[in-house]
C-alpha cells in the first residue's frame, strides 16, 4: 500500500467526472443546437405552407364566392323588366357614388387628423 496515493487517486477520480461533466455537457449542447436548428426549419418551412395554403384557400372561396355572386345576380337580373334592370342598375350606380364618398371622406379627415397631430408636435429646442 506504500505505492498508492489516495489523494491522487481521488484528483485523478474527480478530474474524470468534471472531464465527463463538460464532455456530457459540450454534447448536450450540440444536440440541443441541432434541435433548435431543426425547430426553425420546421418553423420557417410551416409559416411557407401556411402562407400557401392560406393563399389557395383564399383563392378557391374567392373564385367560388364571386362565381356564385355572378351567378344569382345574373339570375336576379334575367327576372327583371328592362325598365327594372334600369333602375337596379341607377341604385348600385348611387350606392358606389355614396361609398367612394365615405371612402374620400374618412380618407380626408384621416389625413386632417395627420396634419393636426403634426402641428401639435414641437420639435425639441436645439441645445
Not at 67 to 86: F, H, Q, V
Amino acid at each position: 500500500m506504500a505505492g498508492f496515493d489516495m489523494t491522487d487517486g481521488l484528483r485523478k477520480a474527480f478530474l474524470a467526472g468534471v472531464g465527463a461533466v463538460a464532455l456530457t455537457a459540450e454534447k448536450s449542447q450540440q444536440v440541443v443546437d441541432e434541435f433548435v436548428k431543426k425547430g426553425e426549419l420546421t418553423v420557417e418551412q410551416g409559416k411557407a405552407l401556411n402562407a400557401e395554403l392560406t393563399r389557395k384557400a383564399k383563392e378557391a372561396f374567392d373564385s367560388t364566392v364571386n362565381g356564385a355572386t355572378d351567378a344569382a345576380l345574373r339570375t336576379k337580373l334575367e327576372g327583371m323588366t328592362p325598365e327594372e334592370r334600369a333602375a337596379y342598375a341607377q341604385k348600385v350606380a348611387d350606392m358606389s357614388a355614396a361609398i367612394d364618398a365615405e371612402k374620400a371622406e374618412a380618407a380626408e379627415a384621416t389625413s386632417e387628423d395627420v396634419a393636426d397631430a403634426e402641428d401639435a408636435v414641437e420639435p425639441d429646442d436645439a441645445e
